[in-house]
């Protein structure tokens, strides 16, 4: 076996990785112009002129030293079964590394952690692995939560839970709609950026790394905007047909009262009673609002959004935000039905919700992200453990300095 390393054009480099199976959206060529401030080189290998794997490795100047940290995120694209190939690409990357002047290389390919053989052949092969603890404490997160889309809409929806399928139902009922937005709205997107980032108090990108973000990866159809919209009259109309529903079942409940039933059935339709009154009333409380909106002329108010993402036959849910208006209509529930069925509709197989800790109920330990997970398991999800982190050192001294001075800069 005669194993190269090949210069690949941006489109060889892009469709290798949208077609294989280790293939990631941080791996496309293009991403190394989401990550400003990193230089970015694509590099391929070849046996017996059969292209076999590829990887987009990021490099970043560290400060005074002429050396840089070089990074593969979610990489290298290879067959991580295949050993041959797997220690024949690092070798390479190892030497391309070295070559530009990179005192290590990071890699945390997205590889469930129920290949412990790999980790140990890793390690053999000379890499410093980082562990395989839960919670957030790695530059990427080690668990994410994916749903099997592969299947029908039907099928995917009686995946979820079933509170899930009612709330998106519900959704629909009260008069939401998502939809897919041009750039031209991405601002309604930041707004609700920064406000989700003060309720949750978590720190947010500005509004141009998530325009760049756009540019560089709508060109091919791999990022769109999706917008949940409350339209008041839709909702005020949705409400005054409700209410209509409401008093046809009252009238049956009370026509049941009118029969000779026992204390308890009367205590039942009675009870029915009440939670229809509730709901009525609700129902014009939510008229009375949207006529406020109407009358000064308000056609739409956006309740949340999120970024879509592809590479292949493989979507993700990249970035979210909610306003804190209206969150019993759960916009976010449609949202994320929504983005699944374009999905599908687009032939991909998967739908990574992104990172999660970890950690569930049944560890018994506080955590402070178990609303992402408990948010994210309704959609009929299963979390992956990955591999973690691994290191490949180059330049020993100066990955000890990078190192000390990373520790002194956290204190």
């Not at 690409?89 to 290389?105: G, H, P, R």
């Not at 739409?300 to 292949?312: D, K, N, R």
């Not at 916009?331 to 990574?352: F, I």
Request: hydrophobic share 30%; net charge neutral.
């Amino acid at each position: 076996m005669s194993y190269e390393m090949v210069v690949l054009s941006n489109e060889e480099h892009d469709k290798f990785v949208k077609n294989h199976k280790y293939g990631e959206l941080n791996q496309l060529y293009k991403w190394q112009f989401v990550k400003k401030g990193w230089l970015g080189k694509s590099v391929g290998v070849k046996k017996d002129g059969q292209l076999i794997s590829a990887c987009l490795v990021l490099f970043k100047k560290v400060p005074v030293l002429p050396y840089y940290f070089a990074y593969a995120p979610k990489g290298p694209v290879v067959d991580y079964d295949n050993h041959d190939d797997l220690k024949a690409t690092l070798s390479i990357l190892k030497d391309f590394c070295k070559k530009n002047k990179a005192f290590t290389l990071k890699f945390d390919p997205q590889v469930s952690e129920e290949k412990s053989d790999l980790i140990d052949y890793l390690k053999d092969f000379g890499c410093y692995h980082h562990g395989l603890e839960k919670g957030l404490v790695y530059n990427q997160p080690r668990y994410y939560m994916i749903t099997d889309i592969d299947k029908s809409e039907k099928e995917l929806m009686n995946s979820f839970q079933s509170r899930t399928r009612s709330v998106i139902k519900k959704s629909m009922k009260n008069g939401l709609s998502c939809e897919k937005c041009d750039k031209s709205e991405l601002k309604k997107f930041y707004n609700l950026m920064e406000i989700t980032a003060k309720r949750d108090e978590f720190n947010y990108r500005g509004y141009e790394y998530f325009e760049n973000l756009m540019n560089v990866l709508e060109e091919d159809g791999d990022c769109e905007l999706y917008l949940t919209k409350l339209i008041p009259q839709k909702v005020k109309k949705s409400n005054e047909n409700e209410i209509i529903e409401i008093q046809s079942s009252r009238q049956k409940v009370n026509n049941k009262l009118q029969k000779d039933i026992d204390n308890t059935k009367k205590e039942n339709f009675m009870k029915e009673l009440a939670v229809l009154d509730n709901r009525e009333k609700r129902c014009y409380d939510l008229i009375n609002q949207m006529n406020s909106y109407i009358d000064k002329n308000i056609d739409e108010i956006v309740l949340s959004g999120a970024l879509l993402t592809f590479c292949g036959e493989k979507s993700y849910y990249l970035y979210g935000a909610s306003s804190n208006e209206f969150r019993d209509l759960s916009p976010n529930y449609l949202m994320q039905w929504t983005m699944m069925k374009r999905a599908m509709e687009k032939g991909c197989k998967t739908y990574d919700f992104g990172g999660v800790s970890g950690y569930t109920p049944e560890d018994n330990v506080e955590d402070h992200e178990a609303g992402l997970y408990e948010f994210k398991k309704r959609f009929g999800t299963k979390m992956l453990g990955t591999i973690g982190e691994f290191d490949i050192v180059i330049n020993k001294m100066i990955d000890k300095l990078f190192e000390i001075a990373l520790n002194v800069r956290k204190k």
